[in-house]
């Protein structure tokens, strides 16, 4: 399994069709607009946001082993203890992770994500002690 190593956001951005890189620009700055205690890091071939641990992460579909055709996945790592009051979060068979597919930038339901986004935070600072 070979994925792609990117030394930082910007040669992540060059890697990606336009639709994937407006959105991946949009849901990177609402994270970091309004978590900026997030760090951004990279794990198979994509920027992760950590507290403690892996919270979220950005997986567009022109990397490698994606598993969508178009697109980006906005993923969270420990989606099995979330809520998902909304319905967004797709789990699938996975065991933990779970994606929200955005398609387009219209897609982007900016106060719902930041609430799940607000939720799995927390569960971050709760596992963690």
């Known amino acids: 399994m070979k994925f ?3 030394k930082n956001f910007d040669s992540f951005l060059d890697a990606l069709t336009p639709v ?3 959105i991946c620009i949009r849901i990177r700055g609402l994270i970091l607009d ?3 205690e ?12 950590k507290g403690r641990k892996r919270i979220c992460f950005l997986y567009p579909a022109s990397l ?3 598993g969508v055709k ?3 996945n906005f993923g969270f790592t420990r989606a099995n203890f979330l809520s998902n009051d909304h319905g967004l979060l797709d789990i699938g068979d996975r065991k933990e992770v779970a994606y929200i597919a955005i398609l387009a930038e219209k897609d982007i339901r ?3 994500f930041l609430e799940i986004l607000h939720e799995a935070i927390i569960l971050d600072m709760e596992q963690a002690i």
């Open 38 to 49: 997030l760090k951004e890091t990279w794990a198979y071939g994509a920027p992760f946001f």
């Open 70 to 72: 178009e697109g980006v």
């Open 64 to 66: 490698p082993y994606s």
């Open 34 to 36: 309004n978590f900026p």
């Open 110 to 112: 900016e106060d719902l």
């Open 20 to 22: 994937e890189r407006v």
């Open 4 to 6: 792609a190593k990117f």
